[in-house]
Every structure is written in structure tokens, then in C-alpha cells.
């Protein structure tokens, strides 16, 4: 294992094409997904930016956030995790019911027009379990905790004092509550330790609770028809969420141990995945464009390996998805404690430092450093067969390394979170040969910090000789920082 250097890994030079390289690059080739040609191989990944309503609304914020992407032009630009149940999940957008279709079709339209039809627009779709704050101390004693008879016994055994077999259940939250750590895991079951430590949340691996129990039951249909609504909504395709700390990433984990034919084995925790990609193609139609988002490492004791992405990969092909895009991390299993008041943020741990690197993430740094989990998966996906493209993401910031990794074909399509939120134009530029104005991102994630505090996504870089007195600049609720990168116009 590698230590973390003190100072950062310093950013990639970058050599920036010349317009007329560029017109030769594969970097801006067209490639074909299904029925639909996308105009470049140039992809903007999924970014929450935190400014739907409460109702999981689109708002003018959020026109101009994907408007804005658009004007750069990406071959592909996928709209954030979208939940697909008809439930509240604070400013985040939501495709669970019709009523959210016009504001959909708004967005949709807004793409189009800023992009002159050139990129083609996706929508992430989501299924995510419960996650409570971390709550206080007494209150998870006084309103959640349950004493039984192991408690007992363990405290009995531990303070060798027979009187507590015999304790009232406020006798015993009384005293959990004014105790140490050290009699917490002593006492507590692990899970129990967990939810005093870090919130609440559910696993798959709960089927004693009936919601949990019946997900292989209601989740395909979910997807299902959130696909559907997509397209009526006029998203050119729908990216199944397979990846991260999210409900069918848990499926996919070696960490599912579900007895239920949906765990357990490689087949049967890719059993529901491939239900819901059944499903919802069965809903949207032989002539559109449907593809997934999944972990090609899960990094965390006892996950997913490549092996395993691979293997899954080759299953997902086979059932006719039209593209792959493999991430890596951002799991709960590994995330920091979060205070008191506050939920478990997935990228807190080593798994969710590997999903989105920093430049202090160990002496190697972020730059391309998942690239091999694509590679390994494209190149399974072809030895079975399927000319399914891949899409790799991770650090990608520079020319040479997009071009090369298609060139080596370890990838299709190259997907750049951060840096296209640093620059939206950045593909824009490279093409028409003005590279040198990109603006570079930095990769050290005030961005991530803000998404963590469930705060509007800005970049950093976008307030640098920023006169927030100008007008018409919309502003973030604080009032300090701004809501979209400056404008840019391409020399002809
Ligand atoms: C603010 C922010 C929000 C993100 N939201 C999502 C999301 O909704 N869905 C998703 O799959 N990935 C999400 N990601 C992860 C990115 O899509 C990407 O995989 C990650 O940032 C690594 O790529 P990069 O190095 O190009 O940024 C988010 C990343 C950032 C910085
Ligand atoms: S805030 Fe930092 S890491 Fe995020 S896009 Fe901007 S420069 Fe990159």
C-alpha cells in the first residue's frame, strides 16, 4: 500500500491539439450506441448539483446548470442520479411519477437547444435504501435501542454484576447511555454499535424487514417505468445507477449474502440487476438506448473485485445494454463517522477517495487511475463477443490521455467529471484547437465538499476575479459563490 505523500501529485502537462489534430483524433470520432450516433466520444458523467425543489422538481437552476454543460458540446452528458421512487429526497431530481415529466421535457429541450442537437442527453436512474443521520447518544438509547436478554447477560458478565440480568429496560438505557465506548462493544451488537456510530441505514442483506425482502419484487418495475418516462421525456437514453453505495450496487457486492436466489453467488447477485435491465427494456423498446453505471472495484474488505466486474460485464452485455461505464468505490462500508446530526457520506473512506481521486490521494495520484478496471472490462466484454462500448472515467484531464486510451482501446468513450465542471468547454476547446484557455481542474475537491454538505455544486475555479456585484449572475443561497462557470465563445 502506498502512503499518502504530503504535497500533491502535480497535474498532467497537457499538450492541447491543434484544430486540425484534433479533426483527426478518434477523441472526436462518432461512435454508434444502439440506434443513436453520438457525435463524439467525449462523455460528462453524472453530478448531483444539488438544485432541484424539495419535490425532486426541476428548476431554472437546474436548466442552466445542464444548459450550460451542453454549450460545450460533450458527445454524451448524463443527467444526475435521478430517484425513481415517488418519495422525498430533498433537492435531488426525481422521475418517479408523471408529474415530473413536463419539468423533464424542459431540461431535455433546454440541452438540445444549447448543445444545437449535438450531444446526446442520458438520464441517471436511481434506486437508494434508507440512510439516517448519526443521532445523538441519548436519543438512540432513550427512542431506538431495544434491550434484550443478550444485552443483559453481556453487561452482566461484563460489570460481574448478576443484578443487570434482571434490569428494566430504563434501568439499562440509563446506563448505555452515560457509558464508554468500551461497554458499547461490549454489549451492543455490532450492527447496533454502527447505527450509534454512524446512523441508521438499511442493507440488502435485511430481508427480515419487509421492504427490504421484496426489492427483487418492486425494483424492476420501478426502473422500469422511470426508464419509460425517460423517453417520454425525450432523454435520448437511460443509465441504469449500478454503481456506488446505492441499492443495486449492494446487489452486485460479494458483500449480498441474501439466501434469497438474488446473493450469494456471482449469478445470483447479478440475478436482479439483470431483472431490472429486462425490464426496463421491455418498457422503453428495442430502438433505445439503454445502458449501465457499475463498479469495476468495489475497494472495500470483503467486495467486488474486477474479476468479478468483468464476469458481470460480459452478463450485462449478453443482455443487450448498450453501454458499460465502470466507476470504482464510493461505498458506505469504509466511510468516515459523520457528527452528530449528519448522514454517512460515501465519500469519505478509501473506497469513496478512489471514486474521486484527489491529488493527494497516495504518490500514484488520481490521474487515469481507474482506467485498468474499464480496460479489463472492455476486454471480456469483446473475448465473449459483444462489441458493447465501455465508458472510462477518473481523473481524465489532458488530450493525450483521452486519446490514448482510445487508441490502446481501453475504452470507447472517455468521461470527465470534475474537469468538465471546472471547464464545461473543455471538449469544445480542445477541438476547435483552443486548448490553452482551458481552465485546469485541480482535483481537490471543494466541489465533493460541498456535494458532502448536501450544499449547491459549485467549481472553485468559476469565482477566481469574480465581481459578484455584476448583474444577472445568478448566485449561490449564501450568496458567495457562483452558480455557473463564466461564459465563453469560440473563436472562429
Ligand atoms: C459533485 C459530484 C457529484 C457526483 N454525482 C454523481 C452521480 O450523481 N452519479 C454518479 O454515478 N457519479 C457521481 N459523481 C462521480 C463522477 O461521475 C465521477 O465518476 C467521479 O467524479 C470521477 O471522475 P472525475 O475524476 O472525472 O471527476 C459525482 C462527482 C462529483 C464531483
Ligand atoms: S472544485 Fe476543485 S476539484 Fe472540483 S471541479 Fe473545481 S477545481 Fe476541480
Known sequence: ????????????????????????????????????????????????????????????????????????????????????????????????????????????ARVREESEGRTRFFIQIIDFLTVRRRPETETFFSRYWKPGAAHRERLAALDDDEAWLSA?????RAHLAAAERETWAAVLEPRELRDLEYGY??????VH????????????????????????????????????????ASFLSRTNRREDGYGGSRAGRARLPLEVIEAARAKVGDDYVLGCRYLGDEVIA????????????????????????VSKGGKFDDAKQPRVGHAVYPYTG???????????????????????????????VREAGHATPVVAAGGLCTFEQAEGILQREEA??????????????????????????????????????????????????????????????????????????PDWEPQT
Not at 441505514?201 to 435485511?206: A, G, Q, S
Not at 467486495?303 to 464476469?311: H, L
Not at 478512489?354 to 471480456?380: H, K, Q, S, W, Y
Open 1 to 108: 500500500m502506498t502512503s499518502r505523500p504530503r504535497k500533491p501529485v502535480p497535474l498532467p502537462e497537457a499538450r492541447w491539439p491543434t484544430a486540425e489534430e484534433a479533426r483527426g483524433a478518434r477523441l472526436f470520432t462518432p461512435a454508434t450506441l444502439r440506434t443513436l450516433t453520438v457525435h463524439e466520444r467525449t462523455w460528462v458523467p453524472a453530478m448531483v448539483p444539488w438544485r432541484a425543489t424539495e419535490d425532486g422538481q426541476v428548476t431554472p437552476d437546474n436548466l442552466d446548470w445542464y444548459g450550460r454543460f451542453a454549450r460545450g458540446r460533450p458527445g454524451v452528458l448524463v443527467a444526475e442520479a435521478t430517484g425513481i421512487r415517488d418519495v422525498r429526497s430533498g433537492p435531488l431530481l426525481r422521475i418517479g411519477d408523471e408529474r415530473f415529466l413536463p419539468g423533464l421535457r424542459d431540461l431535455v
Open 168 to 172: 428494566d429496560d430504563q434501568g439499562m
Open 201 to 206: 441505514r438499511d442493507e440488502v442483506n435485511d
Open 209 to 248: 424487514l419487509p421492504h427490504v425482502a421484496e426489492l427483487p419484487t418492486v425494483l424492476p418495475g420501478l426502473f422500469a417505468d422511470a426508464a419509460a418516462r425517460a423517453r417520454e421525456a425525450g432523454f435520448d437514453g437511460v443509465e441504469l445507477h449500478f454503481a456506488h453505495a446505492y441499492t443495486m
Open 302 to 325: 470483503g467486495g467486488s473485485r474486477v474479476d468479478d466486474a468483468a464476469w458481470y460485464g460480459v452478463q450485462f452485455a449478453q443482455a443487450g445494454l448498450d453501454f458499460l461505464s
Open 350 to 380: 478509501p473506497s469513496g477517495h478512489e471514486c474521486m481521486p484527489t491529488v493527494r490521494i497516495d504518490a500514484d495520484g488520481p490521474f487515469g487511475r481507474n482506467v485498468p478496471l474499464a480496460a479489463r472490462v472492455r476486454g471480456a
Open 412 to 485: 470507447d468513450f472517455v468521461a470527465s467529471a470534475r474537469q468538465s465542471l471546472a471547464d464545461p468547454d473543455w471538449f469544445l476547446k480542445m477541438r476547435t484547437g483552443q486548448g490553452e484557455s482551458i481552465r485546469r481542474c485541480t482535483f481537490t475537491n471543494y466541489c465533493e465538499g460541498l456535494d458532502q454538505m448536501h450544499k449547491q455544486v459549485t467549481c472553485k475555479l468559476w469565482d477566481k476575479d469574480f465581481d459578484k456585484d455584476a448583474p444577472c449572475t445568478p448566485l449561490s443561497w449564501d450568496g458567495r459563490r457562483r452558480l455557473l462557470p
